[in-house]
């Protein structure tokens, strides 16, 4: 019974899946709250993706309805039924919260006339989709979604991939960006969107599935490619090689703190970029620890652990979890050596976030957050 409604809040949490039937407003399960959230946004996503529709007058009272239907939806899910059945991890509470402000703001926009902030809004909550959705592999394929056809959408390769994982339709999403990668080796624009999709590929074939070999397969083929930059053809090397040894070790792969602990070892004397493999799979593997532990100094090791992962992972949308992980780590070992070395790492992170050709101008509550957390660290 507990795998099921873990199943079901994961997929709810992120508004993106259910069945063919609207949920009743009456219905208080789960699933009806699931139905109605996948209903809403489905039946957005034409309007979102043009932006005429979206603005056009005679359309306005139609998307009014459904951005509040949407809205209504995630607003229905409470953070202590997602801490209960997702564990006590702020990746989840985060997206949550995420899910709520943008939906709000986009409502808010769009009430005042704003149509293209709105949208700008409403486009991000698939993002937050794609986070949730490659956080481990939990929670089936949608098969409501199957089909519905992405391509029809104005939009990116990558758009559409985040939107294939908000539906969990994984394969589909890594075939856009095959597609994606394909044409830009062709032209050879080998930029940052080309990076950026080798990224989002590994994401989801090592956290929202778990394949190792076709991950493999599909980096080894990369290495082939003709005039490849030499830094992207380096990680790559790097990349293949972590893929092989976990492929042949995957017995080794446990939701424990220790293994995720002896995957990251694998990292020594390497910079950032060259540990993507073992960074997303040990932070798989501590987002799926943090389900189940609830000691809280035991906690505050796998955040810590994790705002470093993150410190590391150079893919878009993540850049704010590490200041997340370092201040629950904090917290939840008070006065201790671990916490004060979170808190180091959490001042830089805001100092660095906060400094720029002028210098560095923190804000006044920024920096009451700095001064509360250093005395909780114990750090004079």
């Known amino acids: 019974m507990k795998k099921l409604l873990l199943t079901l809040i994961i997929m709810n949490l992120c508004a993106c899946t259910g069945t063919n039937t609207p949920g009743d407003d009456t219905n208080p399960s789960w699933a009806g709250k699931m139905q109605k959230t996948a209903l809403s946004f489905k039946n ?4 979102l993706y043009n ?4 603005s056009d007058k005679k359309n306005r009272g139609e998307i009014s309805q459904l951005i509040a239907e949407y809205k209504k939806s995630i607003h229905q899910i409470d953070r202590k039924s997602a801490t209960q059945f997702l564990g006590d991890d702020p990746y989840v509470l985060q997206s949550l919260d995420s899910l709520h402000e943008l939906t709000d703001r986009a409502s808010e926009s769009f009430a005042r006339g704003d149509t293209k902030n709105s949208n700008i809004l409403l486009k991000a909550t698939a993002n937050t989709c794609f986070k949730c959705h490659t956080r481990q592999d939990m929670g089936p394929q949608t098969i409501y979604w199957k089909n519905f056809n992405v391509d029809a959408l104005n939009t990116s ?4 991939a985040h939107l294939l ?3 969990r339709q994984y394969e589909e999403a890594k075939l856009h960006l095959v597609n994606f990668l394909n044409e830009s080796e ?5 930029d940052v969107a080309y990076e950026n999709a080798l990224h989002y590929y590994l994401m989801i074939s090592l956290r929202g599935q778990k394949t190792f070999k076709s991950a493999l397969n599909f ?6 490619v003709a005039k490849t930059p030499t830094e992207v053809h380096y990680n790559l090397r790097h990349w293949a090689e972590d893929l092989k040894y976990w492929d042949k070790n995957q ?4 939701p424990t703190y220790s293994s995720a602990e002896n995957v990251l070892k694998r990292n020594k004397k390497r910079y950032s970029e060259k540990n993507l493999i073992n960074n997303l799979i040990a932070s798989s593997l501590l987002h799926q620890y943090l389900i189940e532990e609830k000691n809280k100094s035991k906690q505050a090791k796998a955040y810590y652990l994790l705002g470093h992962i993150y410190d590391e992972l150079v893919i878009e949308g993540f850049w704010d979890l590490p200041e997340v992980y370092y201040e629950n780590c904090i917290r939840y070992s008070p006065q201790t050596p671990l916490a004060q070395v979170c808190f180091k790492r959490f001042k830089n992170n805001i100092t660095l976030g906060y400094s720029g050709s002028h210098g560095t101008m923190i804000p006044v509550k920024e920096y009451e957050r700095i001064e509360e957390l250093r005395k909780i660290s114990g750090l004079k």
Do not use: C, G, R
């Open 251 to 254: 017995h080794l792969l446990k």
């Open 51 to 54: 932006q005429e529709k979206f």
């Open 219 to 224: 980096i080894q083929s990369k290495i082939l």
């Open 186 to 190: 062709t032209t050879q624009q080998f």
């Open 44 to 47: 957005l996503l034409p309007f």
């Open 157 to 160: 390769a990558i758009d559409k």
């Open 165 to 167: 994982v908000s539906m």
